[in-house]
């Protein structure tokens, strides 16, 4: 059912239309959980809801809302909602989100290192080239108390807020997802879960460092704005937000990936 598109073409041809009286919806997601868990959604959304989907897998950040806001797609689920007002603000997008899906805590890794304690003064530590994870990442270090940020900066501070940094770590920014194959390469890596979980690490055992149930970064379904009433997104969500759906969260994740409804 699903399809690896590092990239989908925009074309006018391929313009949705019709939305409203869609019965088939075309819903992007990221490789791995939200993939996986989309499977599922599926399932229950054929069988409760009336409602056929087509899941296309992005292997980046950024495509699938472009494609959403160009029209390609009914639907998207991989972004927390900080991520998701980012991209609303830099580019213009007239895209809203709709239902909460699941929390990702967000984890250090190292294929060298069993804590930061044993991580040397020095090392370099990768983190993600997009505002709202890498500032994730470094609002995590702060928190772990490996470094001090700058007042002011929210939710989103950059390598260049970092005002104190007393174990001199060399902080790199690299794509979300190649940070698991950094590994190899950096001391320590700030991964992603849904790209942990694709990488075959256990957030549960291998991270070094990862953020608490309290985290703020809440995944969510988003549309187009002017589909934000329609029926069939009801429908979808209500598929989404289903016992069968959270029980396989639980049952798969096993609190690796944390159901927000």
């Known amino acids: 059912m699903s399809k690896l598109l590092p990239s989908l073409t925009l074309s006018a041809a391929?313009?949705?239309t019709g939305a409203a009286q869609a019965e088939t919806l075309r819903v992007g997601v990221t490789p791995g959980p939200h993939?996986?868990?989309m499977e599922v959604v599926?399932?229950?959304a054929a069988a409760e809801q009336g409602?056929?989907?087509e899941i296309l897998e992005f292997s980046d950040y950024v495509v699938p809302n472009t494609a959403l806001a160009d029209?390609?797609?009914h639907l998207n689920s991989f972004q927390h909602q900080p991520y998701l007002d980012n991209q609303v603000r830099d580019r213009g997008f007239d895209l809203v989100s709709v239902a909460p899906t699941v929390v990702f805590p967000m984890g250090f890794y190292s294929s060298r290192f069993d804590s930061f304690e044993a991580v040397p003064d020095g090392a370099t530590i990768a983190i993600q080239n997009d505002p709202t994870n890498g500032g994730r990442s470094l609002l995590l270090l702060q928190s772990a108390g490996l470094l001090t940020l700058a007042e002011g900066t929210g939710l989103t501070p950059s390598i260049l807020d970092i005002a104190e940094n007393p174990r001199n770590f060399r902080l790199i920014e690299?794509?979300?997802a190649q940070l698991p194959r950094s590994l190899d390469d950096v001391e320590v890596a700030a991964v992603n879960t849904n790209y942990a979980v694709e990488a075959g690490l256990d957030p549960n055992e291998d991270a070094i460092l990862r953020e608490g149930s309290e985290s703020p970064y809440m995944n969510v379904i988003a549309v187009r704005a002017e589909?934000?009433?329609a029926?069939?997104?009801e429908r979808f969500v209500a598929a989404y937000h289903s016992e069968p759906v959270r029980a396989f969260v639980a049952e798969r994740f096993q609190g690796a990936v944390v159901p927000g409804f």
């Open 227 to 229: 589909d934000a009433e």
């Open 51 to 53: 409602l056929t989907l």
């Open 174 to 176: 690299l794509d979300a």
């Open 71 to 73: 029209g390609e797609l």
């Open 14 to 16: 391929l313009l949705l």
């Open 231 to 233: 029926e069939w997104v």
């Open 35 to 37: 993939a996986e868990i």
């Open 42 to 44: 599926a399932e229950v």
